[in-house]
């Protein structure tokens, strides 16, 4: 069709992998926690559009978000009546909408609670508010020395502040190495809101993200926040092998990955030896052979990393990337792979009969976080939901 547009790769997301992540949650930590599913980063890059309606369809019915701007997306795609929920920036001139559609949101300053308050009562309506305590992670969060003066604000203003939730957040939970730091923090939080568990309302206390609401069960209390988890993803090697340590089979906590990339050959090439392939003199053909040309590069959200280093699946094998990966181009050597054509599918993460990329396999050759690669797939790609 003229002047329609074709992209040069699509993202899959599985429905039933989904299901497998969030069932797995929910055995894992038990009844009574309400699971939040984090959707920030365009829903850790697998499609907010496509990714809230899947999670609804599993019983979710918490959302939680890094901006205002996140929260107006994901609200738009909302197919039932479930809570939206800010961890953090708000940009002042949201706050009326925020206010009006009955978003919870993350406050960390007296001052902006004082501003809410004034806002929500020049509405007529009551602000649904988290208050975020500091515990030593140091991002965000209401100093402990200014907790007193918080609540008295929120109680003389509770017609117009509704405190829904008491939180912090962990500074690394997902490594060993940051044991003694998480430790002091869960302490500090469990003595701060002593002065709340002498209200009449009590808000819902939430700490935990992935991590700690696998592998520290006295964090999990009312409500977590989990992203990497439900994506299919262990968040660190470390978390990885201390659920494989109370499990009897590995299969009992596998984790399955919802998003799979694919694409297709668009050309292939015959390279005869000490010829070199793509820009400069990264790759020198060892022999004659065969190179499949894949319309995708970094500026499609492919790791520059992968030159000389990624593999790829094609006809069920693996293709290892040769020569640098271009802005939106790069190479596998398929010479060991009979009969590779224009045209044939190509998996950049996911399955191909009986090989499989992971997300983790972008993580070993990088600094970057599984989540990092993820976090960066263009929102243009389009994502289709199977099953
Ligand atoms: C991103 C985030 C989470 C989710 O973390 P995961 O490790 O992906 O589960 C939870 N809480 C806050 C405050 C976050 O920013």
Redesign the pocket.
Known sequence: MPGMIHHSSRLELSQSALKHNLDFLRRTIGDHPQICV?V?ANA?GHGVEQFVPMAEACGVRRF?V?SSGEAQSVHACLTTDSSVMI??IMHDSNLEWVIEHGIEFYVFSLRRIENVARMAASMGRQASIHLEIETGGNRTGLEQAKLREALTIINRERRHLKLVGFCT?LAGA?SLSARFRIDKQVESFFRVRKPLLRRANQPLYHVA???A?MVRPEVRLDLV??????YGLY?SPDVHNLMLLGAKRSEDVRLRRVISWKTNVMQVREVDRDEFVGYGTYFQAPRDSRIAVIPIGYGNGYPREMSNRGNVLIRGRRAPIVGLVNMNMCFADVTNIPGVDDGDEVVLVGRQKKQEITIASFSEFSSALN?EFLSRLPADIPRHVVK
């Open positions: 984090v920030k850790y939680a890094a961890m953090g957040h997902e993200s992935s991590a609401a926040r989990i992203g990497t988890a439900v968040p989540t």
